[in-house]
């Protein structure tokens, strides 16, 4: 639907294209950080990249650990698995929510002691590319705030997040059609600009981009937790210290769990 050129609205007995419809290709983050459960299901948290699958016209990622985020139509959820072509999962959002991406899916339960429990579950994005991790953060489209844990920059920060992105820097702009303070246009190529308004607007066509909070230190998560490794790396060398955990129990999600339970 993005590809057509001009739609039309019905209005008092006649189509007109006086509303300027516009459809806006809604692309999910290549690389997301998810935590929240890492003391009951620690395979399933961590830095998930965007591979080349897809399910249902969303992608597939995938952890360090070989486990997959993925989407299963039949649920209208996102899920955390050893493998996206199944349903079994130790993870799950919200059942029906239908969200197209999983930074904006909510609900999150983990499978636990053989029952299905809410979980305190983040889904971050992780910045696509960039020497300083735990420089800013990119919200979702259609929101005109910061994500949890960060805030809004001023100019001259703009520019240099712009920089950090590898994306062109659009300057100054006063529209109140468009986030405040710093935002980017959807795609990975989109123009950063600092949009000087009090107030501003949620649009589907651009990400808020944030500075992250300082407790948030991105080398270290995606380092697997090394310890201020960009900090102490002259000094101490690399990190190779690995952690070994069980392979965490994964079921299908509520309806099949009662029914081999035998419930109703």
Not at 164 to 190: I, K, L
Not at 204 to 219: E, G, I, K, M, N
Not at 249 to 262: C, P
Request: proline share 6%; charged share 20%; hydrophobic share 25%.
């Amino acid at each position: 639907p993005d590809k057509a050129p001009e739609w039309f609205y019905f209005h008092n007995g006649s189509w007109t294209t006086k509303y300027g419809i516009e459809v806006v290709p809604e692309e999910c983050a290549e690389t997301v950080d998810i935590s929240g459960a890492s003391d009951t299901q620690p395979n399933e948290m961590g830095v998930f990249h965007m591979t080349l699958n897809d399910t249902a016209g969303r992608p597939v990622y995938k952890n360090s650990n070989g486990m997959f985020l993925y989407y299963w139509y039949e649920y209208g959820e996102w899920r955390i698995g050893p493998d996206w072509r199944d349903p079994s999962s130790g993870v799950s959002s919200k059942r029906h929510e239908m969200k197209k991406c999983p930074v904006e899916a909510t609900g999150w339960e983990i499978f636990a002691n053989f029952t299905w429990v809410p979980s305190n579950i983040k889904v971050r994005i992780v910045p696509r590319r960039g020497s300083h991790y735990d420089s800013y953060v990119i919200g979702h489209s259609g929101i005109n705030k910061c994500p949890e844990d960060s805030h809004a920059m001023n100019e001259t920060k703009c520019k240099e997040v712009a920089q950090e992105m590898g994306r062109t820097y659009g300057g100054q702009s006063q529209d109140e059609e468009q986030p405040r303070a710093c935002y980017c246009a959807v795609g990975v190529t989109g123009e950063v600009y600092y949009n000087d308004v009090e107030v501003g607007k949620p649009n589907r066509a651009s990400h808020p981009v944030c500075l992250r909070d300082a407790d948030q230190d991105w080398y270290a998560i995606l380092h697997h937790g090394a310890h201020s490794a960009h900090h102490e790396h002259s000094n101490h060398g690399s990190h190779n210290e690995h952690s070994v955990h069980a392979q965490p129990a994964t079921v299908e999600h509520h309806e099949e769990q009662h029914a081999q339970a035998g419930g109703g």
